[in-house]
């Protein structure tokens, strides 16, 4: 087992005993629910500059260049902050990681707010990309300490499934404030409260293994453990902390990295210039651009809750790691290009909806990444691997509005841009086909 930490074990000596029934309780799967919601106003709060980005552009009067710049700026912090991250998680663990970063965003969006040109805009996406670093990392530690082996698909995929469901539900909620309010700075202040208040409840709520928790009764953290020691037994050396330089030599490892960085080509590149792309080319309004954004990322939620539920139901039924999971990448990949290929060809607004809905159904299969950094570092290192695993996905977070940026204001079109996202698919495909789910990484 991986060391306690003792300041999460001062804060379990003040809750209730623990409950003793036989039947095991199922408070994992509420910390991986909370997750979700944790997760989803992650990608509200980042996603509302672009939601917002029609009336942003014009009220502090941003080029296409410019607003490139400021859609990345979030990744420069955000892909910096990642390994520092990670190193915390596996030093302090994940309870307070999480529950404080996301008490910071909430502070950072409310701030974002008071921008009145491109250097203030700047500085709150920096600083938003910078506290916002450890909350996923964070997730793949909490998914390794809480979750068996064979639940950890579903557990992957519920907390990632909030990056769709967030952004499906900000482009709603923040075009819905600006109509009501007439204004995008008190909708970026509405958010930012709520995500604080979110934040808050977290740190209460969370621990960092389940015997801290006291809504888990002895059946529950038994039958975690016995899962997690059943699994070290198949390692040599069992769980225990490693170098992360002790990986570069893998290839499942850079496997897992590129394939999330081709992943977030396609998915950040979407939701930072989706809405935008949808107001010039199609004549959407910031209420239909609201309407549109939640029905392409909710079926990137539904997609990626299928996704989870597949794999892990599939495993149940003996089918090996690498057979489910290099399949269904496959699969996706395949469905994700081709999408992709349909929007540059069908002019239709509707249509080019409706296949970007089905585009994000499939890549969000990606989110049993999330289930990696546990399975190919094990309990011990799942927060510094799933940062390096993050880091390399946000590269593309800083690299793609930039490129998408040039690309658009060089040639007046949209079309480069899709093929761009075509290619980091190909990218993500790839990849994903080369991993080896099926064995943790046996570092020295």
């Not at 629910?33 to 941003?62: C, H, K, M, Q």
Request: hydrophobic share 50%; aromatic share 10%; net charge positive.
């Amino acid at each position: 087992m991986s060391p306690t930490n003792p300041a999460s074990v001062s804060d379990a000596a003040t809750d209730p005993p623990r409950t003793t029934e036989a039947a095991p309780t199922r408070t994992r799967w509420k910390v991986f629910l909370l997750l979700l919601g944790v997760v989803a106003l992650n990608y509200i709060d980042r996603g509302s500059v672009s939601v917002a980005l029609p009336l942003i552009t014009e009220d502090l009067n941003l080029s296409k260049e410019v607003t490139g710049f400021v859609l990345s700026a979030f990744f420069w912090t955000y892909a910096l902050m990642q390994i520092p991250s990670g190193w915390l998680i596996d030093r302090f663990g994940p309870r307070r990681m999480a529950g404080g970063a996301c008490i910071g965003w909430g502070v950072a969006t409310g701030l974002t707010a008071g921008a009145t040109g491109v250097g203030s805009l700047l500085a709150a996406r920096l600083a938003l990309g910078t506290v916002e670093a450890p909350v996923m990392p964070a997730g793949g530690k909490l998914n390794a300490n809480w979750l068996p082996a064979k639940e950890r698909g579903r557990g992957a995929v519920l907390m990632d499934g909030g990056a769709p469901l967030g952004s499906a539900l900000g482009g709603v909620a923040i075009s819905g404030l600006i109509a009501w309010t007439g204004s995008w700075r008190i909708s970026f202040i509405v958010a930012g409260a709520v995500t604080v208040a979110v934040g808050v409840f977290a740190l209460r709520f969370l621990r960092d293994t389940p015997r801290e928790h006291p809504g888990v009764n002895d059946a529950e953290a038994t039958h975690i453990e016995q899962a997690h020691a059943a699994e070290d037994a198949e390692v040599p050396g069992g769980d225990r902390p490693a170098k992360l330089r002790s990986y570069l030599r893998y290839r499942s490892f850079w496997g897992m990295c590129l394939g999330w960085m081709g992943f977030n080509g396609v998915f950040y590149g979407l939701l930072t210039w989706g809405p935008l792309y949808l107001s010039e080319t199609k004549g959407f309004d910031i209420k239909s651009i609201g309407w549109s954004t939640l029905v392409i990322f909710g079926a990137g939620f539904v997609g990626e809750l299928i996704g989870g539920w597949l794999a892990d139901h599939w495993r149940a039924r003996g089918a090996g790691a690498n057979k489910v999971l290099r399949t269904m990448m496959g699969i996706a990949g395949a469905a994700v290009m081709a999408g992709l290929l349909g929007v540059v060809l069908v002019p239709d607004a509707m249509t080019a909806v409706a296949l970007l809905s089905g585009v994000l159904f499939f890549l969000r299969w990606a989110g049993l990444f999330w289930a990696l950094p546990s399975t190919l570092g094990g309990r011990a290192n799942a927060g510094v691997v799933g940062a390096a695993m993050n880091l390399s996905g946000n590269i593309a977070g800083i690299v793609t509005p930039i490129a998408v940026g040039f690309i658009v204001g060089g040639t007046g079109s949209y079309t480069w841009a899709l093929l761009y996202f075509v290619g980091a698919g190909a990218l993500f495909t790839v990849s994903s086909l080369v991993i080896d789910y099926s064995r943790r990484l046996v570092v020295r």
